[in-house]
């Protein structure tokens, strides 16, 4: 048998297991794909808000100190009111602790009060500043910020300039710490561990929560400046970068609008990513438990349908080897039960198919195959013994026993066969029932077990077409060089007809003294002759020549008993160069004082 190329339970497993695991997998992804979407707007929202919020607080902290030093430049100068001035420039220092030093400068550009914290204050220097950037930018534009410089390379501070509303009010120029910045960035959190910073344009950091590198950022100005060009050309939206320490950084900056510093909000993208990477390992699990329970579902679903189907396979497999008795038994509720149970009958249905074929075949041994047939699916009490009105004929080879002695084995095997089939067809052809062969005799019955019509009539039709059928081949026979001729006997009456035997080896047969009788006529008639009873020729009438050939002595019979012969229409067929032996064939003219008559051919109908 030819196994096939793929295993059922491996395509059942594969199937199932992919339905369970992509969409599982595609899910996942796709969830996975969203969440990363959602948390990336939800980091750039983020950073923007805390970006904007430290730019914001710059812008107040610079408008603040703006608004401190327009106070001292609220009034026009007049002479003499130096002093004045100084002491209100040392307020101011008091009150707002990142200016460092302080200059009032008169509408002619002369500087008329300096005060500061780590220098001398002096009045009335008279030095010429109208060239000084800071008073040129305020008188252009009220306000003047300066670019961040730092002091002794570390510390960065700015000028602010500011213009009174008149001109008569002056300018004052301040230097401002921008160290204080550290506590608005130092006070922004982004995250646990995210932070904010200020660059100015140059890249120099600005305010870090790090103060230690603000004082030191000369040496990496660099960084900052490089970490500044990256985040800038993202227009506002997070960026993934390298921070300034070299770890990977989600950044974000925005432009505080009066100073045009960089505000850079920053947070590690393995803190920015964490709800992502814990969604992602909540995925893997998922999958991981899916890909168990898919494979532990396409096991069991795959034996769940491969089991049975090997059971069937099993099952066809033993049915074909002629176990009918097999059965099969699944328990799932479904199809597959459901064919087991179709199966099984099946199985019963040819076992009944295969008795009932035995038993034709049985019956096909006596009886012709239509007879056996009808036997078979008619009254199951049929071959049942009964009694019954039979016609019994007996047919017997002449000069058989001589022919035996001095023939090889193979050719008697050769006549046998041929006279077997001879007499098998032409019984089978008018539905008569083979009895028995016993050597070179042979037994039919008519009427028994099938009834019939006229039994008489057909019975002697039969005989006729039966003894043309075996001198057909006498004529074979005889041409080969030995002797052989035919005779029949034909007897009717009542006979017990049934199966007689024993289990595994019964025989249809009928006992009565018509059989006896059809036997002894076969007995007595010569080669070609049909001798009959009277019983016969009174049932046959006119419809078939038969000619009496007197009162004859029957062995085991009282009184002598008329026999008639079927009318030959031609004259007897010789028998050249092979004559009989007179101890085996008796000639029935001898016997019967009469020339044996020809047979006259008849159909079976």
Not at 470 to 477: E, G, K, M, P, R
Request: glycine share 8%.
């Amino acid at each position: 048998m030819t196994r096939p190329r793929r295993s059922l339970f491996v395509k059942y497993f594969v199937t199932l297991f992919v339905a369970v695991v992509v969409p599982l997998m595609l899910g996942s992804a796709t969830e996975a794909w969203f969440a990363f979407r959602d948390n990336r707007l939800d980091l750039d929202e983020i950073l923007q808000v805390e970006a904007r919020s430290a730019a914001d607080r710059i812008q107040a902290f610079t408008d603040g100190i703006r608004d401190q030093l327009g106070w001292v430049v609220q009034f026009p100068w007049t002479a003499g009111e130096d002093d004045r001035r100084k002491v209100d420039g040392l307020r101011l220092l008091q009150q707002v602790p990142a200016i460092v030093s302080l200059s009032l400068i008169d509408p002619t550009g002369t500087e008329r009060v300096f005060v500061s914290r780590v220098s001398m204050n002096r009045t009335g220097r008279g030095a010429d500043m109208s060239a000084d950037p800071a008073v040129v930018g305020a008188r252009a534009n009220r306000v003047w910020y300066g670019p961040v410089h730092y002091q002794r390379d570390s510390e960065p501070y700015m000028r602010i300039a500011v213009a009174g509303n008149r001109a008569a009010a002056g300018i004052v120029v301040a230097d401002i710490n921008l160290k204080l910045i550290w506590d608005i960035i130092a006070a922004i959190k982004i995250g646990d561990t995210g932070h904010a910073l200020v660059v100015d344009d140059s890249g120099r950091l600005i305010a870090h929560p790090d103060i230690s590198l603000v004082l030191r950022s000369g040496a990496g100005a660099g960084e900052f400046d490089r970490l500044k060009s990256v985040v800038s050309a993202a227009n506002g939206s997070a960026v993934a970068t390298a921070g300034e320490d070299g770890k990977p950084v989600v950044a974000l900056s925005v432009r505080a609008p009066n100073v045009g510093w960089t505000v850079i909000a920053e947070q590690p993208v393995l803190e920015a990513f964490e709800s992502i990477r814990a969604a992602l390992r909540r995925s893997l699990i998922l999958i991981g438990l899916g890909i168990v329970f898919a494979l532990v579902l396409a096991y069991w679903r795959a034996c769940r349908m491969w089991g049975p189907i090997r059971q069937l396979e099993d099952g066809v497999e033993r049915i074909g080897m002629g176990q009918f008795d097999h059965r099969i038994t699944i328990k799932s509720h479904d199809e597959l039960e459901q064919l087991a149970i179709r199966f099984n009958q099946m199985a019963e249905e040819l076992a009944a198919s295969q008795q009932k074929s035995e038993r034709i075949s049985r019956l096909k041994q006596f009886l012709a195959p239509q007879v056996a047939e009808l036997v078979e699916h008619s009254d199951k009490g049929l071959l049942d013994g009964q009694r019954r009105e039979v016609v019994a004929i007996f047919g017997d080879l002449r000069g058989f026993t001589a022919f035996s002695a001095r023939a090889e084995p193979d050719a008697i095997l050769t006549v046998l066969r041929q006279y077997y089939e001879a007499i098998g067809a032409v019984t089978a052809r008018h539905a008569a029932t083979l009895i028995r062969f016993a050597g070179d005799g042979v037994m039919v019955l008519v009427n028994a077990p099938v009834a019939c019509e006229n039994p008489a009539q057909r019975g002697v039709r039969l005989a006729i077409d039966m003894q043309a059928a075996v001198q057909s081949l006498a004529n074979t026979w005889n041409a080969g060089g030995c002797t052989l001729g035919f005779g029949i006997g034909i007897a009717m009456g009542p006979a017990t007809v049934g199966t007689l035997g024993y289990h595994g080896r019964l025989d249809y047969t009928a006992i009565g003294n018509v059989v006896n009788l059809a036997s002894r006529l076969c007995s007595l008639a010569d080669d070609t002759q049909i001798l009959v009873d009277p019983v016969v020729s009174g049932h046959v009438g006119d419809d078939i020549a038969l000619a009496s050939v007197g009162e004859q002595a029957i062995k085991g019979y009282d009184h002598a008993l008329e026999v008639f012969a079927v009318v030959r229409s031609a004259a007897p067929r010789p028998h050249p160069g092979c004559p009989p032996q007179p101890a085996l064939v008796r000639s029935a003219g001898a016997s019967l004082q009469r020339e044996a008559p020809e047979l006259a051919s008849t159909s079976a109908d």
